[in-house]
């Protein structure tokens, strides 16, 4: 009987004084918390058809609740909870492609999860990789076209970063693990990105891989098909030797997060971690951040004229509103496990919306390095008169704007 209550409870709000009350919060039914496309100002009335009322519940910015949203903004939001989920023997993985996301031309991206020992079999892409493990531990191995190699123990909070078309594999070692992976291509269930050595190896006539190895064709006879995609084994890591020796230095494929103190961030709203090329040289063509804000903290009005940035939110909640030029602008609502896209040079600002509760993401860019520009800097640093008549807002305020990026604002 939502409907009912709606309208009762607008009349009311009319009938005080004339005035118009906000009816956003509050139980009773008839505003965007209660997952209705009603504005409290005279604006929408309820749903009387089909509607996904959880989906609703979570995000009001899609049923009217910014009013300065304007013009028409395509999806920047995708969920991983909208993903089919493979499941395996020994883990899961669960994709974003460019089918999901159509804005995300530059960036797919996927969770997997590995039980203790299971390996993500030998295997190669046409694009390159980077991880960031947020559960247990892994064992990567990779090789390069030298012949030098890298056989590391990646904990919570390191990075990995494969160049297009190195060999790799991982394993994992505690009892549960999980990553996300980014790829820099969007299609990346097309034919002609991955290159599982299983299938490579069943569909090579024996005879060759026979004289290929120098072995008895009797030896392959009992490689996996089709490919079991994960496979499982004992952890018992053999140390590598031979070829042109290890990845090391500048050359590794890894950054463990304590080699790198997390830095004051300017507005003292929260933490930062750039990961570039300033401080993980290989990753040449994957640039990241990863943030934490805190409750009521805001990462400020900026864009980046680099890149499309790729977002993947960990935990918490958040609101972003992205203004894509001319009048367009659209708020999305994010939580953890959603993954989003901002277009290249796009402006927006990220918001927590938790009372409670750290926001964490990852922001990535197809680039060598993470740039942003400060709406609030550019201004501070445009002569004031100029700012002052443009905006029509006192000269005062527009001398005092701050002359540094503010990047995480801190709740006031
Ligand atoms: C791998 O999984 C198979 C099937 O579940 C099981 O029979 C086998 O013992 C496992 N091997 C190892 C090394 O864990
Ligand atoms: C690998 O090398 C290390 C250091 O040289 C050694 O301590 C360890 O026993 C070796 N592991 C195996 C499985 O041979
Ligand atoms: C390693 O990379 C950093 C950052 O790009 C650079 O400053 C440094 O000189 C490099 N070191 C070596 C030994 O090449
Ligand atoms: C604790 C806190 O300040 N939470 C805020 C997070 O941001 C939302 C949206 O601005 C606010 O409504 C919360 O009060």
Same mark, same amino acid.
């Given at each position: 009987m939502r409907p009912l209550q709606v309208s009762s409870c607008l009349l009311a709000a009319w009938g005080v004084s004339g005035a118009v009350i906000e009816?956003?919060?509050?139980?009773?039914?008839?505003g965007f918390s209660d997952?209705?496309?009603?504005?409290?100002?005279?604006k929408g009335a309820p749903f009387?058809?089909?509607?996904?009322h959880q989906i609703d519940l979570q995000n009001p910015d899609n049923l009217g609740?910014?009013?300065?949203d304007n013009g028409v903004v395509p999806n920047l939001k995708w969920s991983f909870s909208d993903s089919k989920t493979r499941i395996l023997r020994g883990g899961w993985v669960r994709e974003q492609v460019v089918t999901d #996301? $159509? @804005? &995300?031309?530059?960036i797919a991206s996927a969770q997997q999860h590995l039980t203790k020992g299971s390996i993500r079999e030998l295997h190669w892409h046409r694009v390159a990789e980077w991880g960031y493990v947020y559960a247990g531990a892994i064992l990567l191995s990779a090789v390069d076209q030298n012949g030098q190699f890298q056989v590391a123990k990646l904990e919570v909070g390191d990075i990995w970063y494969f160049p297009k078309g190195e060999g790799h594999t991982v394993q994992g070692l505690e009892d549960e693990n999980e990553f996300l992976l980014i790829f820099?291509?969007?299609?990346?269930?097309?034919?002609?990105?991955t290159f599982n050595v299983d299938d490579w190896i069943t569909h090579t006539p024996k005879s060759v891989l026979s004289k290929n190895f120098g #072995? $008895? @064709? &009797?030896?392959?006879?009992?490689?996996?098909?089709?490919?079991?995609?994960i496979n499982n084994a004992t952890i018992d890591t053999r140390n590598v030797t031979g070829g042109n020796g290890e990845l090391t230095?500048?050359?590794?494929?890894v950054y463990y997060a304590k080699d790198h103190p997390l830095e004051d961030v300017p507005g003292g709203g929260g933490t930062l971690r750039i990961v570039d090329t300033t401080t993980f040289p290989v990753a040449t063509t994957i640039a990241a951040s990863v943030v934490t804000l805190e409750p009521g903290g805001l990462r400020e009005l900026h864009w980046h004229p680099n890149a499309q940035e790729w977002l993947y939110f960990h935990k918490g909640q958040g609101r972003a509103t992205v203004f894509i030029g001319n009048a367009n602008a659209r708020t999305f609502d994010f939580r953890a496990g959603d993954t989003g896209v901002f277009p290249d040079n796009s402006g927006h600002y990220i918001e927590n919306t938790s009372e409670t509760e750290d926001l964490v993401w990852i922001e990535i860019y197809k680039s060598d390095r993470v740039e942003d520009i400060s709406l609030t800097q550019w201004l501070g640093l445009t002569p004031a008169d100029i700012v002052a008549s443009v905006l029509k807002i006192p000269i005062e305020v527009a001398e005092n704007l701050?002359?540094?990026?503010?990047r995480l604002i801190k709740n006031r």
């Amino acid at each position: 009987m939502r409907p009912l209550q709606v309208s009762s409870c607008l009349l009311a709000a009319w009938g005080v004084s004339g005035a118009v009350i906000e009816r956003q919060s509050g139980g009773d039914g008839g505003g965007f918390s209660d997952g209705q496309p009603i504005d409290g100002n005279g604006k929408g009335a309820p749903f009387s058809g089909g509607t996904n009322h959880q989906i609703d519940l979570q995000n009001p910015d899609n049923l009217g609740q910014q009013s300065t949203d304007n013009g028409v903004v395509p999806n920047l939001k995708w969920s991983f909870s909208d993903s089919k989920t493979r499941i395996l023997r020994g883990g899961w993985v669960r994709e974003q492609v460019v089918t999901d #996301l $159509p @804005e &995300s031309r530059d960036i797919a991206s996927a969770q997997q999860h590995l039980t203790k020992g299971s390996i993500r079999e030998l295997h190669w892409h046409r694009v390159a990789e980077w991880g960031y493990v947020y559960a247990g531990a892994i064992l990567l191995s990779a090789v390069d076209q030298n012949g030098q190699f890298q056989v590391a123990k990646l904990e919570v909070g390191d990075i990995w970063y494969f160049p297009k078309g190195e060999g790799h594999t991982v394993q994992g070692l505690e009892d549960e693990n999980e990553f996300l992976l980014i790829f820099d291509d969007g299609n990346f269930d097309a034919v002609g990105t991955t290159f599982n050595v299983d299938d490579w190896i069943t569909h090579t006539p024996k005879s060759v891989l026979s004289k290929n190895f120098g #072995l $008895p @064709e &009797s030896v392959f006879g009992s490689v996996p098909s089709p490919n079991p995609y994960i496979n499982n084994a004992t952890i018992d890591t053999r140390n590598v030797t031979g070829g042109n020796g290890e990845l090391t230095g500048n050359a590794s494929y890894v950054y463990y997060a304590k080699d790198h103190p997390l830095e004051d961030v300017p507005g003292g709203g929260g933490t930062l971690r750039i990961v570039d090329t300033t401080t993980f040289p290989v990753a040449t063509t994957i640039a990241a951040s990863v943030v934490t804000l805190e409750p009521g903290g805001l990462r400020e009005l900026h864009w980046h004229p680099n890149a499309q940035e790729w977002l993947y939110f960990h935990k918490g909640q958040g609101r972003a509103t992205v203004f894509i030029g001319n009048a367009n602008a659209r708020t999305f609502d994010f939580r953890a496990g959603d993954t989003g896209v901002f277009p290249d040079n796009s402006g927006h600002y990220i918001e927590n919306t938790s009372e409670t509760e750290d926001l964490v993401w990852i922001e990535i860019y197809k680039s060598d390095r993470v740039e942003d520009i400060s709406l609030t800097q550019w201004l501070g640093l445009t002569p004031a008169d100029i700012v002052a008549s443009v905006l029509k807002i006192p000269i005062e305020v527009a001398e005092n704007l701050k002359k540094e990026k503010q990047r995480l604002i801190k709740n006031r």
